[in-house]
């Protein structure tokens, strides 16, 4: 019977660390969608020096939903990106935009 039982407990520990693992690759699996989405819409809304084409898209959107996240907890207006919904697009849009306008910026002064 503690054999059994000694089974059933692996059996869930082993599925709960593979659900984790799969629950991170979800995640990042969403990050590049919504990373692509923002990043190449902000680069339609915001002339920038930085060229490059989807990956550069995805990786600006990527770094937009971390500014935007920290943006929106600085102000503390809410959560930051939570997952593939508006909410979460639009946050990572505005940071984005915001860091497409600061490396405009900072590409002037050179």
């Known amino acids: 019977m503690l054999d059994l039982?000694?089974?059933?407990?692996?059996?869930?520990?082993?599925?709960?660390?593979v659900m984790g693992v799969l629950s991170a690759m979800w995640d990042i699996v969403i990050a590049i969608i919504l990373g692509a989405l923002a990043g190449g819409l902000a680069r339609a809304f915001v002339s920038s020096p930085i060229k490059g084409g989807c990956g550069t898209d995805v990786a600006i959107g990527v770094v937009g939903a971390v500014v935007g996240s920290l943006i929106v907890r600085f102000f503390r207006w809410g959560a930051g990106v939570t997952g593939f919904n508006l909410h979460?697009?639009?946050i990572a849009l505005l940071g984005a935009i915001v860091f497409l306008v600061?490396?405009?910026a900072l590409a002037r002064e050179r």
């Open 5 to 17: 039982f000694v089974a059933v407990v692996l059996i869930l520990v082993i599925l709960t660390l």
């Open 102 to 104: 600061v490396a405009r």
């Open 88 to 90: 979460s697009f639009l």
